[in-house]
């Protein structure tokens, strides 16, 4: 699927967080949304999920206008998202935290299975009816992903999935990451710029709201880092 | 043992989530004058650790002595605070409604009595926030919400709430989780320039570089006992660490 953004806007209150914000995300490639806290990405994200409801622009799937879509509409049509902070539901089992990503419409032909997930992840299928709450924050954080990948997406939205994750599964998950690539469209909001160097086809970088540079990976350069990414 | 210059003395603890059993027979020190990381896998029981440690879990078995012989075993959350042991958690929690000074000022306060939280505010307590303010680089927005400032900016905040209230224990849990590179450096400058003969700083992070920067030594925990102790130099050569936590590709990760 590929996406494209035209024109963006989104305001919270009177402050101006996201300036006509354009870019495409070609089918199955993986475009890294960079910048420093406090520059747009997560409102972002929550804007392409329909979280927060933009001001004006458009976003669409495929030629398919989807900005006045709920969310649980957006993941039908294959929008999948990991937001940051987990987000997983406390009170529910692993088992169940799963089985409510499984519950989209189309969830035939999922290119990524429960078992699959289990061999990045094996702490979840280890501890199956252990309730959500009750796991690490790192836990909680692979249970996130494994969630979304449930949705059976087309374009996976991933907000800093490595934060509080140990050393060996980030490099398990830029694996994973790797191995999507090519089955589905990612959006990878990231801070680590070396992790998301090694993932990213395309990048954009967002400064105070805008995106003040864009490009292919190899065009991602130390100038930008220094002025933009504060590397 | 039990000693004045311990700050954390932990001997046998357990701690156990129904049938689960999270920390099993865990035996700890921190001395007071370092900078003590805390890594291990996801799971391994480092955030029961510090829940053990304020009181916010309580513990089956073992004991737990804070700042020498304070045991801390039957004592509520808020006599282990008084005690001198200060938390940062995961995620920030910070009063947003608020702005940055008046959030400083709470915390200025938490330890006083409710009638001395409502006096006026004395000069000398103003400097005080005034120089936490400078030290976690948030001078000039004092007056701004807490709940408008990036991310990296509430982490600091939630610090300078902690170090205002002057306790001898600092518990940071993951500190420069999602921040950026630049905020992660100044974060390090932070954390390094708290040290002193007379506080200890437990930092619990999945950054190696900045645990390594930031840390005197390293208590790798997994599954809840210590799978070993030492520089992060020594550490990252094991091969069980490697194995269980850091991972072949650790080197570039």
Known sequence: MTLKVRDLNQFYGSSHCLKNINFDVEQNSCIGVLGLNGAGKTTLAKSLMGINEIKSGSISIDGSEISELAPNQRVDLGLGYVPQGREIFSDLSIDENLRIGESVEDNSNLVISRSDIFQVFPVLKQMLNRRGGDLSGGQQQQLSIARA??????????????????????????????????????????????????????????ARGEICASGSRESLNSEIESQFLKV | ????????????????????????????????????????????????????????????????????????????????????????????????????????????????????????????????????????????????????????????????????????????DEPVAGMNAEERIKTAGLISKLKGPDIAIVVVEHDMQFVEQVCDTVTVLHDGQILIEGSMEEVKKNSQVVDVYLGRDANDA
């Open chain 1, 149 to 206: 990948l449930m949705t059976n997406p087309k374009i996976l939205i991933l907000d800093e999935p490595t934060e509080g994750i140990q050393p060996s599964i980030v490099t398990d998950i830029r694996s994973l990451i790797f191995e999507l690539k090519g089955k589905f469209t990612i959006i990878l909001i990231e801070q680590y710029i070396e992790f998301a160097k090694a993932v990213c086809d395309d990048y954009i970088v967002l």
């Open chain 2, 1 to 172: 043992m039990k000693r004045a210059g311990q700050a954390i003395y932990v001997s046998g603890l357990n701690v156990s989530f129904g049938s689960f059993s999270v920390l099993k027979n865990l035996s700890w020190l921190v001395n007071f004058g370092e900078i003590r990381g805390v890594i291990g896998p996801n799971g391994a029981g480092k955030t029961t650790l510090l829940d053990a440690l304020t009181g916010k879990t309580k513990f089956q078995s073992g004991d737990v002595f804070v700042r020498g012989s304070n045991q801390i075993k039957d004592l509520k959350e808020s006599a282990i605070a008084r005690l001198g042991m200060g938390r940062k958690f995961q995620k920030p929690s910070i009063f947003a409604g608020l702005n940055i000074f008046e959030n400083l000022e709470i915390a200025l306060r938490s330890g006083k009595s409710t009638l001395a939280s409502f006096a006026r505010l004395q000069p000398s307590e103003r400097e005080t926030i005034n120089e936490t303010a400078a030290l976690i680089g948030l001078s000039s927005e004092l007056e701004k919400d807490a709940g408008t400032l990036a991310h990296g900016q509430k982490q600091w905040l939630e610090i300078g709430m902690l170090i205002i209230a002057k306790p001898a224990v600092i518990l940071l």
